[in-house]
């Protein structure tokens, strides 16, 4: 049962274009939203992450949208670059004891010169 | 020094063989976690641990068995490997206040013949 749906699988964008990815969640108990961040060869990296009580958040390029009603969250990258390239991951999870991470499938994203 | 690291970092082995592999952390975090990345799966909780008395089975715990010898090191051994195996293996370690934050080794790539 895949409770974290992510889209899309890959995604090619221009330099200096935006990127968006998408997921969707199906369990209300999620509390926390990390995305993460994979170069090749490399372990996942933790980007930016987001509680349900906030409808949005940035960090530079790098900005997080979620809507709790509809069970959904994205990150989009303004401007993106080349160094940018890379796998990304949502991820939610929950608070106190059984506090792990549910992670999405991916997205395989690589921005073009 | 990396604070996470995998040994070994490749491995091919046949099936039926015994197999461990290793991770060690210097972080100081007492929760560590045992993943499997595979291509259109994304990452998928194997054991974790929030510390050295407590071991957890995650969603994928069949076939594997985890020993967390001490703080800084927990391991992952298949008994008796299978093809179906081969996959990336990432250790990641957490500190228990902020859980969703996890820092992930640098895999180990492996294959079963």
């Known amino acids: 049962q895949q409770q974290v749906k992510q889209s899309p699988q890959s995604l090619i964008v221009q330099k200096g274009g935006i990127s968006i990815i998408n997921c969707a969640y199906e369990?209300?108990?999620?509390?926390?939203f990390p995305w993460y961040q994979q170069f090749p060869g490399k372990g996942p990296a933790l980007l930016i992450a987001?509680?349900?009580?906030?409808s949005e958040k940035k960090e530079g390029r790098f900005t997080i949208s979620f809507n709790k009603s509809a069970k959904q969250f994205s990150l989009h990258i303004m401007d993106s670059q080349p160094g940018d390239s890379a796998t990304y991951f949502c991820?939610?999870?929950?608070?106190?004891?059984?506090?792990?991470?549910?992670f999405g499938t991916g997205t395989r994203l690589q921005v073009t010169l | 020094d990396a604070d996470v690291t995998q040994t070994p970092r490749n491995r091919i082995t046949k099936t039926g063989k015994r197999i461990m592999l290793e991770c060690s952390q210097t972080?100081?975090?007492?929760?560590m976690y045992w993943y499997r990345q595979d291509p259109g799966l994304g990452l998928r909780l194997i054991y974790y641990?929030?510390?050295?008395?407590?071991?957890n089975k995650g969603e994928i715990s069949d076939g594997y068995s985890v020993s967390r010898q001490a703080q800084a090191k927990f391991s992952l051994s298949l008994e008796s490997a299978i093809p179906n195996q081969t996959a990336l293996y990432f250790c990641?370690?957490?500190?228990?206040?902020?859980?969703?934050?996890?820092?992930f080794g640098p895999g180990t790539r492996l294959t079963v013949t």
């Open positions: 990641a370690t957490s500190d228990k206040t902020v859980s969703y934050e996890q820092y």
């Open positions: 369990n209300t108990a999620f509390d926390y």
């Open positions: 987001i509680r349900p009580d906030v």
């Open positions: 991820a939610a999870s929950m608070s106190g004891t059984a506090s792990k991470l549910t």
């Open positions: 972080k100081g975090h007492d929760r």
């Open positions: 641990s929030f510390d050295v008395k407590d071991i």
